[in-house]
């Protein structure tokens, strides 16, 4: 009898994003991190009559976050795949809750390659399928700033030459 995850679960995409991906995450939970801890303890320095609460609430927000900031990166490293072929652009994305995409090539509008400063301190960089579909667009977070490039470029060149109405 066939594997019942069979069902559930697509055949995953072959490539990993970049090791480097993994500092992206963590640096970027970290600075999300830095940001809520000073939105809750601020306001406790500051008001007196609600200081119990914004410090209750900074600790148990923060135990989660920190928690998050930890263990995402790993966890996100771990599950991360994607994939170009000759028919489609795959997907698969998640940590907690797990997502598989696929564009046909036929059905993709625009590949754009992204860079904010942290992608570029680490050499790495984002590529944004976007297609027809309601669904959204396919974002590849992680990858090496010149295979996202390369990428770019190759998907480029691919969907100008497949039969199609990208609608």
């Given amino acids: 009898m066939n594997d ?3 069902l559930d679960e697509p055949r995953a995409p072959q490539h ?8 992206y995450w ?3 939970g970290a600075i999300g991190f830095v940001l809520t801890m000073a939105a809750l ?3 406790a320095i500051i008001w007196e ?4 609460w914004f410090l209750l609430a900074a600790a148990v927000i923060g135990a989660i976050e920190l928690a998050s900031v930890l263990i995402a990166p790993f966890v996100r490293y771990r599950v ?3 994939e170009a072929s000759g028919t489609a652009v795959y997907a698969k994305t998640g940590w907690i809750s797990r997502e ?14 992204k860079r904010n400063p942290l992608h570029q301190m ?3 960089a984002a590529i944004k399928v976007t297609t027809a579909s309601a669904q959204g667009d396919i974002v590849i977070e992680g990858l090496d700033r010149e295979l996202a490039e390369r990428l770019v470029a190759e998907l480029t060149e691919a969907t100008e030459h497949t039969v199609g109405d990208a609608t």
């Fill in 80 to 82: 991360h795949r994607w």
């Fill in 100 to 113: 598989w995409k696929v564009a046909p090539l036929s059905r993709i509008q625009s590949v754009e390659a």
């Fill in 41 to 43: 303890i601020v306001p």
């Fill in 16 to 23: 990993r994003v970049d090791p480097r991906a993994r500092w």
């Fill in 4 to 6: 019942p995850r069979a």
């Fill in 26 to 28: 963590l640096i970027g």
């Fill in 122 to 124: 680490l050499g790495l």
């Fill in 49 to 52: 009559p609600v200081r119990f």
